[in-house]
């Protein structure tokens, strides 16, 4: 490609505020508005695979805009009235196209590039887990821009009309939209019995991807493949259509489009336990003694050791031959819905719980593993809630360190549905026997790990309501 002429093409095409218009909106989104992308271990700024896909997740905006943008780029000639002209020079259409494509591609691309390097700084500033695992994601992302614009480009001219780059953004936007609302989704059923919703096949056609929930969570291999070869296709069908000078031609060019659609569609993966998956290398358990932490979180294990032995040596002291014996991060990921699983022998726990979160210093960490132990909670994947469970932790870790405090990031004495609070049930409690004590902490412990009956109901005999 002569580069005299693409200087020009960048000059007076739609390519450079097409590129400036990504990459504006996308940084305005990600700081000015306080959302899910700044919070916790999945914050965009915290590890390189949350990043990538907090930047895929934009897509749902910034694609039907690339494609609108494409569509006025496509009626340059049109407008221009030149059409005629430049199909009686001896320069190849296929020529022409390649330069106009090639401005936005490289500015798209750039763009994208601009985007990531701004998250990377973001990421190489913390302790994050440094693997390549997330550049697919990326990489896939920059191309469904570049397919995007290159459609566009392509309907532009074979549609010519001022109504055509609205239309097609709207389009493009309506589509998104469907892919993760009704046509991208599937009515499932929790293993709780309440009702949900999970994406399939289709909603993979979509550039964007799903919210960040958990660090651990990434695309999978087929998931990338599936995606490229269907951008592709939309690719070359947008080529194809800005080379098309016939009807016929123009019918043609869409069978990469559908070619495309089709074999991603046998390639991408129908079952969502294999579109988001875990990263097993990033799961990987990393151990210094009985503490151990995922690698993507290896960094923090240091500060995790003193405050893990700590909790496991009090636990013993209160519980005995019952106590737990060992402090993992958990590995897994469960589905949407589903009941946490527990351990006797394990604390198990997750830096992004709120008690572990709002843990300041040594001492609160401590508080917080034993409340893990004690009364880690019930609330199935992707909820959230406050009450008789809380009420129950702060109790047991009172029993526990012989101290009433309020858990990290609680607001004290906590009440629920009008019930005891911490201070009541603490009284009661410790005016018990020693022996009453321990058989009511341990059926509680009991009841919080099975996640069968209220811990705050057996803690106080039944007389929580």
Not at 145 to 170: E, F
């Amino acid at each position: 490609m002569n580069l005299r002429v693409l200087r020009t093409e960048l000059r007076r095409s739609v390519a450079l505020p097409a590129g400036a218009v990504v990459l504006t909106a996308a940084l305005a989104f990600l700081y000015l508005i306080n959302g899910g992308w700044w919070e916790g271990t999945t914050a965009w700024t915290a590890q390189w695979t949350p990043m990538a896909l907090w930047l895929r997740g934009l897509l749902f905006y910034l694609w039907p805009l690339v494609v609108g943008l494409g569509a006025l780029q496509g009626l340059r000639d049109h407008r221009s009235r030149i059409p005629e002209l430049l199909t009686s020079t001896s320069r190849p259409a296929w020529h022409r196209a390649a330069t106009t494509a090639g401005a936005s591609v490289i500015t798209l691309a750039s763009a994208s590039a601009l985007l990531v390097l701004v998250g990377a700084v973001h990421v190489l500033s913390g302790s994050a887990y440094p693997h390549l695992g997330w550049l697919p994601i990326a990489v896939v992302g920059a191309l469904s821009l570049v397919a995007g614009a290159v459609l566009g480009m392509g309907a532009g001219r074979a549609l010519p009309s001022p109504l055509t780059p609205p239309a097609l953004a709207m389009t493009a936007f309506v589509f998104t939209a469907l892919m993760h609302m009704s046509l991208g989704r599937t009515e499932t059923t929790t293993a709780s019995g309440f009702p949900a919703s999970e994406p399939n096949g289709i909603s993979l056609l979509s550039p964007a991807v799903e919210e960040v929930r958990h660090v651990l969570v990434t695309l999978s291999g087929a998931v990338h493949a599936g995606q490229t070869i269907w951008f592709l296709g939309l690719a070359a069908t947008g080529f194809a259509l800005l080379i098309a000078e016939t009807p016929r031609a123009r019918l043609i060019a869409l069978t990469p489009l559908l070619a495309g659609a089709v074999t991603a569609l046998l390639v991408l993966p129908s079952d969502p336990r294999q579109i988001y998956v875990v990263d097993r290398a990033a799961a990987e358990l990393v151990c210094d003694g009985p503490v151990c932490v995922t690698k993507t979180h290896e960094a923090r294990l240091a500060e995790l050791v003193g405050p893990g032995k700590k909790a496991l040596s009090l636990l013993r002291d209160a519980l005995g031959d019952r106590a737990p014996d060992s402090v993992r991060e958990k590995s897994t990921v469960p589905p949407g819905g589903a009941t946490p699983q527990w351990s006797r022998e394990t604390v198990l726990f997750t830096f992004d719980d709120g008690v572990i979160a709002s843990s300041a210093d040594g001492v609160e960490l401590t508080r917080a593993l034993i409340a893990q132990s004690m009364a880690p909670g019930c609330v199935p994947a992707g909820w959230s809630s406050t009450g008789g469970t809380d009420i129950a932790a702060a109790v047991a870790v009172a029993w526990v360190v012989g101290e009433v405090k309020p858990l990290p990031g609680s607001s004290g004495d906590l009440r629920g549905y009008g019930g005891p609070g911490v201070d009541d049930v603490w009284k009661e409690l410790t005016a018990l026997p020693r022996a009453e004590q321990l058989s009511r902490i341990s059926a509680m412990r009991a009841a919080a790990l099975t996640c069968e009956g209220d811990p705050l109901d057996v803690l106080t005999g039944g007389e929580s309501r």
